[in-house]
């Protein structure tokens, strides 16, 4: 049961942050032949198709049956699942539209990455307003991982121009995203709040995709297989792995896992597309190990002294 929910707790989000690390390229193409709205309204029909599959299996090959629940939390679990899908849905949103409108205003894309994973500072904050509590080796560890992030993302100066505002507000959403999360997945079952979120995320992104954008069948079929990735493996597959993740677990420390996805991205690059890794970002990597492996370790108190925030 332990080792269930440790490979829960630490593989479930290593492997989002893998996935969605080497889906920079599959997204890339995709922004080449269609707007934001377009490229999340069909990536999210594509993850609302898979995941009943996703869980019917999940039923399926689930050891322990499901307790028999009365008619009253049945309909408490649907009323959850309904707000909690909208709640996170247009946390994502949100998230998504800031992030694509401060790149096409100017913000590189490593700046971009930067700013958006500033949530691994974001989170922790918020939580000391919510009386989360996150310990000494946490706080480091969110630390050095953010210096990290800058060394893997930043590449010259550090200036904030208007579109990297957006971009800030996008990570402060991807903050109220986690929260979100964190607090409907201790009500309904994962795979379902993912389901829903995605629905949510849909409707939302058809209606821009509507108002303001003018796709054509053309440019969808130009990017179909990258589309088919990032639906099915980014969206279906990592979300889902993020929201399971974060059940029973310290929001910061899933934090702090997810945002090894600038390693992996980097990573990808030197692999896949023959780009040579600096030492700037070799520093950059080995920080981020260290991050990673202090949120897991848990200094001893001395009596009487409580080292939590």
């Not at 707007?35 to 198709?49: H, K, P, Q």
């Not at 050891?63 to 008619?71: D, H, M, N, Q, V």
Request: glycine share 8%.
């Amino acid at each position: 049961m332990k080792e269930s929910r440790t490979v829960r707790q630490i593989v479930f989000p290593l492997l989002a942050a893998f996935i969605w690390g080497t889906a920079f390229a599959a997204q890339d193409v995709c922004a080449d032949h269609i707007g934001a709205f377009t490229y999340n309204a069909i990536r999210s029909y594509i993850a609302v198709a898979v995941l009943p599959v996703v869980l019917l299996l999940f039923n399926v090959f689930r050891r322990e049956g499901k307790p028999a629940i009365t008619p009253a939390e049945k309909k408490a679990e649907r009323k959850h699942l309904l707000i909690g899908g909208i709640c996170c849905g247009t946390a994502l949103t949100a998230a998504s539209v800031f992030q694509q409108a401060g790149i096409v205003l100017g913000t590189e894309g490593g700046k971009a990455g930067f700013l958006t994973a500033l949530y691994i500072v974001l989170v922790p904050i918020a939580g000391v307003f919510l009386k989360k509590q996150v310990s000494l080796s946490v706080w480091i560890g969110v630390l050095l991982g953010a210096a990290a992030l800058y060394l893997l993302c930043i590449k010259g100066d550090f200036t904030v121009d208007k579109g990297d505002l957006l971009v800030i507000a996008c990570s402060v959403c991807y903050t109220a995203h986690i929260y979100v999360i964190d607090y409907f997945v201790a009500k309904v079952d994962g795979i379902k709040l993912s389901l829903a979120q995605f629905a949510a995320l849909a409707v939302w992104s058809t209606l821009g995709m509507l108002l303001l954008e003018h796709p054509s069948w053309d440019a969808v079929r130009a990017c179909i297989l990258p589309l088919l990735y990032v639906g099915v493996f980014s969206s279906c597959g990592a979300y889902t792995l993020q929201i399971l993740a974060q059940k029973d677990t310290n929001p910061t420390v899933v934090t702090i896992l997810l945002s090894t996805e600038s390693v992996f991205a980097v990573i990808a690059g030197a692999v896949l597309l023959h780009q040579r890794m600096t030492v700037r970002e070799y520093i950059g990597c080995a920080l981020m190990l260290v991050a990673v492996v202090l949120a897991q370790i848990t200094f001893p108190k001395r009596k009487g002294t409580d080292i939590s925030v």
